[in-house]
């Protein structure tokens, strides 16, 4: 985080939550809330798992992540 009350501190989750009504939420009429909940979970993990993310090198966040982990238990078994 960049500080108190940075416009920048909430870009990661604000930019989540566009994409997610944009490519989701606004194209389906639910029924109910736990209708509307089980969508919601389903998108966080197809924007996690599946879905490829420009600013990321067209890669995967879980992908980026994983290689983040084996690169940091590298540099720990290194020094």
Not at 14 to 26: G, H, N, V
């Amino acid at each position: 985080m960049d500080g108190k009350d940075r416009a920048t501190d909430n870009i990661c989750i604000e930019r989540f939550w566009r994409s997610a009504k944009c490519e989701r939420i606004y194209l389906n009429e639910y029924q109910s809330i736990g209708e509307l909940v089980t969508d919601v979970d389903d998108y966080i993990e197809f924007y996690n798992d599946r879905r490829f993310h420009e600013i990321l090198k067209y890669k995967k966040p879980m992908d980026v992540c994983q290689e983040s982990i084996k690169l940091n238990q590298k540099k720990k078994r290194a020094s």
